[in-house]
T-cell receptor, first 110, second 113 residues
Framework: KQEVTQIPAALSVPEGENLVLNCSFT??????LQWFRQDPGKGLTSLLL?????REQTSGRLNASLDKSSGRSTLYIAASQPGDSATYLC?????????FGAGTQVVVTP | DVKVTQSSRYLVKRTGEKVFLECVQD?????MFWYRQDPGLGLRLIYF???????EKGDIPEGYSVSREKKERFSLILESASTNQTSMYLC????????????FGDGTRLSIL
């Protein structure tokens, strides 16, 4: 069975520290890898999408890498801020469908 | 900006009722999806649709049906609601081509009493 795993389940860092969130998947035949943010009681906001032919994507303070051979993706958030506190989910993209990890809950303390 | 709108943020229904959850998107997306999200289980795909009047079962379709009569609208139907269908329901949409991300609505928190 294909699985997507996110470790750790929760993370607390002081403001200004860089965040590193990990995502692993068992099937390297992916179409894309997506990272989302979810605030409490809300839907998901798309952060970054890495196509299977790409190694990384960047948007502002966010950088996501993809290593298909090892089945891993990493989301880096530079110089974290309290507003970055949320749950971050990765999702493995098959044809049109997504398979989600359970998420990493991040708290950035002032 | 892409807008995916779910008709209700909160909904309370009784066991055995027929429940309709509505989702509308304004970006002419071909694909639409219904997920449920539960603590400890994450997001699970219930049904998806890649075109009008087309539907495909996801991972947990039992107890649910869907309807897509127009491209912009995708409805999730609980034929006879049960307490184990109490959950957060999320709708999403995306293009088929071009490796585009899925865009999500704000969710409907459904409680079945």
């Amino acid at each position: 069975k294909q699985e997507v795993t996110q470790i750790p389940a929760a993370l607390s860092v002081p403001e200004g520290e860089n965040l590193v969130l990990n995502c692993s998947f068992t099937d390297s035949a992916i179409y894309n890898l997506q990272w989302f943010r979810q605030d409490p009681g809300k839907g998901l906001t798309s952060l970054l999408l890495i196509q299977s032919s790409q190694r990384e994507q960047t948007s502002g303070r966010l950088n996501a890498s993809l290593d298909k051979s090892s089945g891993r993706s990493t989301l880096y958030i530079a110089a974290s801020q309290p507003g970055d506190s949320a749950t971050y989910l990765c999702a493995r993209g098959g044809w049109g469908k997504l398979q989600f990890g359970a998420g990493t809950q991040v708290v950035v303390t002032p | 900006d892409v807008k995916v709108t779910q008709s209700s943020r909160y909904l309370v229904k009784r066991t055995g009722e027929k429940v309709f959850l509505e989702c509308v998107q304004d970006m002419d997306h071909e694909n639409m999806f219904w997920y449920r999200q539960d603590p400890g289980l994450g997001l699970r795909l219930i049904y998806f649709s890649y075109d009008v009047k087309m539907k495909e079962k996801g991972d947990i379709p039992e107890g649910y049906s869907v309807s897509r009569e127009k491209k912009e609208r995708f409805s999730l139907i609980l034929e006879s609601a049960s307490t184990n269908q109490t959950s957060m329901y999320l709708c999403a949409s995306s293009f088929t081509q071009g490796n585009q991300p899925q865009h999500f609505g704000d969710g409907t928190r459904l409680s079945i009493l």
